[in-house]
């Protein structure tokens, strides 16, 4: 599943570095440390290496999937393209 969140994040960022929205991208990544960090706060002192695991995926799947389903103007923009 890793790999999978990590190529469709890759996608997205060449998305928005392409229609000129950086600060989204900034955005993203924010988001996606701020949500590892409470993640690994929380899970690594129970599950310790799996808690690890587990927050860094949880962190990619909020910045490159979950992103993508708030941004409702983004969301447009990779329909359009991908309905051509």
């Known amino acids: 599943m890793a ?26 990544f924010i988001l996606g440390c701020i949500s590892n960090f409470i993640l ?12 690890a695991v587990i927050a860094v995926l949880t962190s ?10 708030i941004d409702s103007k983004s969301r447009k ?3 359009f393209l991908f309905l051509k």
């Open 40 to 51: 690994s706060l929380i899970l690594i002192p129970t599950y310790e290496i799996m808690g």
């Open 3 to 28: 790999p999978l969140f990590i190529f469709i994040g890759m996608i997205f960022e060449k998305h928005l570095i392409l229609t000129n929205h950086i600060e989204k991208n900034v955005y993203r």
């Open 60 to 69: 990619h799947f909020i910045t490159n999937i979950a992103f993508i389903l």
């Open 77 to 79: 923009q990779l329909k």
